[in-house]
Nanobody, 120 residues
Framework: QVQLVESGGGLVQAGGSLRLACVAS????????VGWYRQAPGKQRELVAS???????TYAEPMKGRCTIARDNAKNTVYLQMNSLKPEDTAVYYC??????????????WGQGTQVTVSS
């Protein structure tokens, strides 16, 4: 089991920055991958960025070049630094932990989400 708690969302003007934090209930080094996803009203949830336990990162197109994912192992925390925010970045941002169980199965855990609103 993994519990995830996100924080750091809020209201920001276009061009501004926010840093989201996701605190896990257990060592993030025991989690195969931690990712940030977002979901805007009426749209599907989409990947923003992820980091694996060996430190490999992936960035998806919506925010590639404008965000950085990083972790603090001692604090069991994964951060998402977002810069040059645009109104279309407005969404609920969710933290995801993916844990491999067996050779071909994974289990996904989700946080409750944090709202990010970017005003024009």
């Amino acid at each position: 089991q993994v519990q995830l708690v996100e924080s750091g969302g809020g209201l920001v003007q276009a061009g501004g920055s926010l840093r989201l934090a996701c605190v896990a209930s257990r060592s993030i080094l025991s989690i195969d991958a931690v990712g940030w996803y977002r979901q805007a009203p009426g749209k599907q949830r989409e990947l923003v960025a992820s980091i694996t336990k060996d430190g490999s990162t992936t960035y998806a197109e919506p925010m590639k070049g404008r965000c950085t994912i990083a972790r603090d192992n001692a604090k069991n925390t994964v951060y998402l630094q977002m810069n040059s925010l645009k109104p279309e970045d407005t969404a609920v941002y969710y933290c995801n932990a993916r844990v491999r169980v067996g050779l071909f199965r994974v289990t996904d855990y989700w946080g409750q989400g944090t709202q990010v609103t970017v005003s024009s």
